[in-house]
């Protein structure tokens, strides 16, 4: 780190300006810290930043909650679709409609990605005390004076020095890396062998729904599939996830003839609502998907990570924003018991080499202020969650993959849905739990596990959902099941 045009000195400097680092920015300017965010690409609200890359997101009850925390998740819900339930279409054109949840208080929203995350910058800066520079790509790390070192478009270097270093920099994470250099740091990549294309379904020409609006619409085929989210514009985005390799795959898909022939073929009525699906499927990205565990997450009290740079998630539960705006639910509340259990919290900022450090945003006055602490606390409360979110992932990607046609599997799935109308609060299935409520994901997880014991027993030796033996069924679910979920306050609302 030698040969920099520029040092600069920060007290809280945030890498990457993505959905996560710009909601890091105002939980911090919140408590009262200098925040400063440098971001890779352009500002976004200025230039136009190119297509192809999950254009729209499912926000649901984590990342809602952790926009109310701070008070702007009204904002954030007057700009969604509702989706209130999955539209399936079949080969022939067929429609069925599944509801989301038990009633209709539980449904999905569908978000611009970067409506959201222009609203998040705005609201950052409008707080005073967050700044944003633009096109600077981070490229070392050095933990022990605590300076990342950023090149500009011009190649040029700019050394940032920082009392806290927060890495929200996403799956690909340059903080990470760095991080990874330093001893007893593991990491894990786990890639899918599956890619993704984003393409678009036009909005009619008075700006109205092609399709059911308030729905995800979702074309199942068993080992590939198609799926549309709406926009608030009356478009649809939508994404054709589809195996790298084999008989019908990306490798196959390389002509326009190849794509017209393929789409006509498995999704007829979705390639009559796209004239221009041959020239944004070649135009568009292939993006890869990834499953990214990773540990420690801190280093010391000077830098953590958050977001998918700590956590990336494969999207087939649609929580990765999701879990990453929880980490700053948790990342809250690990300050608010360190500071009630008389901890202090502030960074001291050298300006010059010879100055004395001077603190700045001191919360509390008496304590001791352990960033180290507080980071460790984060990541132990964060990790088995991160690790069992990005687990349930994995295993919905191969239950769409492989078990949407098996006919155990539907009905399975059919008595689920009785269940949770009969037995509300005591049976809530792993969907629920992770969508549609804030337990932690590992307790979802582990009641997941249970839910498809109590429904393998009850299926057993019955062809139709209406059969199930609901005596045995409550006995079940009493015994194995209420007793983890009955406990928690986050499922209050649903008994
Ligand atoms: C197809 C698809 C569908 C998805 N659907 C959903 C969904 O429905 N619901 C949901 O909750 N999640 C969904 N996700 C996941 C979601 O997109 C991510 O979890 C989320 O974007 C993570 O936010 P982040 O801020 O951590 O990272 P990112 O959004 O990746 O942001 C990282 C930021 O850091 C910047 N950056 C990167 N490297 C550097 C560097 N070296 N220096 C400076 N800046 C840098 C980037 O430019 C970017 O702005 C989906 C993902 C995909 C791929």
Redesign the pocket.
């Known amino acids: 780190m030698s040969d920099a045009v520029e040092t600069r000195n920060v007290d809280v400097l945030i890498?990457?300006?993505?959905?996560?680092?710009?909601l890091a920015a105002i939980y911090m300017a919140k408590r009262g810290f200098n925040v400063e965010v440098?971001?890779?690409?352009p500002d976004m609200r200025t230039v136009e930043i190119s297509a192809g890359?999950?254009i729209?997101?499912?926000?649901?009850c984590r990342?809602i909650e952790a926009l109310k925390r701070i008070g702007i998740a009204d904002d954030v819900l007057a700009e969604v679709v509702p989706m209130m339930g999955r539209m399936m279409h079949a080969r022939d054109g067929a429609l069925t409609y599944q509801p989301y949840g038990k009633d209709d208080t539980e449904f999905g929203n569908s978000v611009s990605?970067g409506g959201l995350?222009k609203m998040l910058m705005d609201i950052a800066e409008e707080t005073g005390t967050v700044k944003f520079h633009f096109n600077?790509?981070?490229?070392d790390a050095d933990f022990d004076s605590n300076t990342m070192t950023?090149t500009n478009e011009q190649g040029e270097k700019i050394e940032v020095r920082a009392s806290v270093i927060i890495g929200?920099?996403?799956?690909?994470?340059?903080v990470r890396r760095e991080m990874l250099k330093l001893d007893g740091y593991e990491s894990t990549v786990e890639p899918l062998d599956y890619g993704?294309k984003?393409l678009y379904i036009a909005p009619n020409a008075d700006g109205s729904f092609k399709i059911e609006k308030n729905a995800l619409h979702i074309w199942p085929r068993g080992t590939y599939m198609l799926i549309a989210?709406p926009n608030f514009d009356g478009s649809f985005t939508v994404?054709l996830f589809l195996p790298y390799k084999g008989e019908l795959s990306f490798e196959k898909l390389t002509t326009e003839e190849s794509v017209r022939e393929f789409f006509t073929e498995h999704f007829h009525d979705a390639t009559e609502l796209m004239p221009d699906l041959v020239e944004t499927f070649m135009n568009n990205p292939t993006?890869h998907?990834e499953t990214i565990k990773t540990f420690p997450w801190n280093v010391g009290g000077q830098c953590v990570l958050?977001?998918?740079?700590a956590h990336?998630?494969v999207?087939f539960f649609?929580?990765?924003?999701?879990?990453?705006f929880e980490d700053l639910t948790v990342f809250e509340e690990c300050i608010a018991d360190h500071l009630a259990n008389g901890g202090a919290l502030y960074v001291e900022r050298r300006l010059r080499t010879d100055e004395e450090p001077r603190k700045t945003a001191r919360l509390q006055l008496e304590g001791e202020s352990n960033w180290q602490k507080l980071f460790e606390d984060f990541a132990n409360r964060r990790k088995e969650n991160c690790d069992a979110i990005a687990d349930m992932a994995v295993e919905n990607f191969i239950e769409m993959r492989d078990k949407v046609g098996d006919p155990k599997f539907l009905l399975a799935k059919a008595v689920e849905k009785i269940l949770e109308k009969r037995f509300p609060g005591r049976y809530v299935s792993r969907y629920s739990l992770v969508t549609f409520s804030n337990v932690p994901y590992k307790l979802a997880k582990d009641a997941g596990i249970i839910c498809d014991e109590i429904l393998a027993e009850l299926v057993s030796g019955i062809d139709k959902a209406e059969d199930v033996d609901l005596k045995k069924a409550e006995k079940l679910i009493d015994e194995r099941l209420a007793p983890m979920l009955l406990k928690r306050p986050e499922l209050a609302h649903q008994a």
């Open positions: 890498v990457g300006a993505g959905l996560v680092g710009s440098y971001e890779r690409r890359r999950s729209n997101l499912n926000l649901s990342g990605r995350n600077l790509k981070a490229d950023f929200t920099d996403g799956a690909a994470s340059a993704y984003e989210l994404t993006g998907m958050m977001g998918d740079a990336g998630v999207p649609g929580q990765g924003m999701n879990c990453g």
